[in-house]
T-cell receptor, first 114, second 115 residues
Framework: DAGVTQSPTHLIKTRGQQVTLRCSPK?????VSWYQQALGQGPQFIFQ???????QRGNFPDRFSGHQFPNYSSELNVNALLLGDSALYLC?????????????FGAGTRLSVL | AQSVTQPDIHITVSEGASLELRCNYS??????LFWYVQSPGQGLQLLLK??????LVQGIKGFEAEFKRSQSSFNLRKPSVHWSDAAEYFC?????????????FGAGTRLAVHP
């Protein structure tokens, strides 16, 4: 049973560029959440996707956008990259419905902005 | 606003010693509480969770945690630490509304284990 997979593992970009990160949820899961983990900090919630719609968003600017596909996989897009966007980006999947609040995390994508 | 505080940034223990990692939360209702562990270069692995019921919960790898409502705490414990337990530990509160769920994490506690 495959867990949550993310790609790529590492990414280096320069300021002003755009980046796309990808996530495949755990088998049987239908909800994907994205988190940003800056160095030395805990993960911070970016947004959550369910049924191909964004249904909850954290305190992140519109430069951060996402998408969920019919197979439940998801993408995180960041435009106009800033140095401060350098972080580990974690994807978590879960199953919709009360009592299913357990989120399973992937290994993350390490983004470095130069 | 909801928040999670992990007062200890770094903790060092000797192998075989007992361990307690502290977690305090701020939340208006009965919280859903989690402990995750992150090894270097890895994602987060769920150690244990508290949703309701017995306030002492057992997790994987010999860890347990106790929910104390009066103290707004959810401390993680292990009676005997192994060198492989060296990692970063995160406490989190789960917020659920209308079916969606999101996690609010503490800043983490980095555990070092001396041989």
């Amino acid at each position: 049973d495959a867990g949550v997979t993310q790609s790529p593992t590492h990414l280096i970009k320069t300021r002003g560029q755009q980046v796309t990160l990808r996530c495949s949820p755990k088998s049987g899961h239908d909800t994907v959440s994205w988190y940003q983990q800056a160095l030395g900090q805990g993960p911070q919630f970016i947004f959550q996707y369910y049924e191909e719609e964004e249904r909850q968003r954290g305190n992140f600017p519109d430069r951060f956008s996402g998408h969920q596909f019919p197979n439940y996989s998801s993408e995180l897009n960041v435009n106009a990259l800033l140095l401060g966007d350098s972080a580990l980006y974690l994807c978590a999947s879960s199953l919709e419905g009360r009592g299913s609040g357990i989120q399973y995390f992937g290994a993350g994508t390490r983004l470095s902005v130069l | 606003a909801q928040s999670v505080t992990q007062p200890d940034i770094h903790i060092t223990v000797s192998e075989g010693a007992s361990l307690e990692l502290r977690c305090n939360y701020s939340y208006g209702a009965t919280p859903y509480l989690f402990w995750y562990v992150q090894s270097p270069g890895q994602g987060l692995q769920l150690l244990l969770k508290y949703f309701s019921g017995d306030t002492l919960v057992q997790g994987i790898k010999g860890f347990e945690a106790e929910f104390k409502r009066s103290q707004s705490s959810f401390n993680l414990r292990k009676p005997s630490v192994h060198w492989s337990d060296a990692a970063e530990y995160f406490c989190a509160v789960g917020l659920f509304s209308g079916g969606y769920n999101k996690l609010i994490f503490g800043a983490g506690t980095r555990l070092a284990v001396h041989p």
